[in-house]
């Protein structure tokens, strides 16, 4: 089992920036592919970003490239995601993920999340 805790949500203007912070306890976290999803209302959970067991390869969604870093420590056992010029319709529910394979945006294939974090962004 891995327990996932995410952290650094809040309340931002718009063209601001927030890192969001995912602590992990439990197995090794090394071994794990690290995702972040986020949930809007009324929409489903969409995918973010992800980032391998190593932290040599990332991978984004088109609707925040350019905006979003990924990264992990795995010395602190925890993933980050730093977000930048966060616009309204960056406002959502964010979800880290962990899954014991290859780096993926699919939500079913991740097997252990936390419990979500609020980010909202006003116009």
């Known amino acids: 089992q891995v327990q996932l805790v995410e952290s650094g949500g809040g309340l931002v203007q718009a063209g601001g920036s927030l890192r969001l912070s995912c602590t992990a306890s439990g197995r090794t976290f090394s071994n794990y592919t690290m995702g972040w999803f986020r949930q809007a209302p009324g929409k489903e959970r969409e995918f973010v970003a992800v980032?391998?067991?190593?932290?040599?390869?990332?991978y984004y969604a088109d609707s925040v490239k350019g905006r979003v870093t990924i990264s992990r420590d795995n010395a602190k056992n925890t993933a980050y995601l730093q977000m930048n010029s966060l616009k309204f319709e960056d406002t959502a529910v964010y979800y880290c993920?962990?899954?014991?394979?290859?780096?993926?945006?699919?939500?079913?294939?991740?097997?252990?999340w936390g419990q979500g974090t609020q980010v909202t962004v006003s116009a």
């Open positions: 993920a962990a899954r014991a394979d290859w780096l993926n945006h699919r939500r079913l294939d991740y097997d252990y």
């Open positions: 980032i391998s067991w190593s932290g040599r390869y990332t």
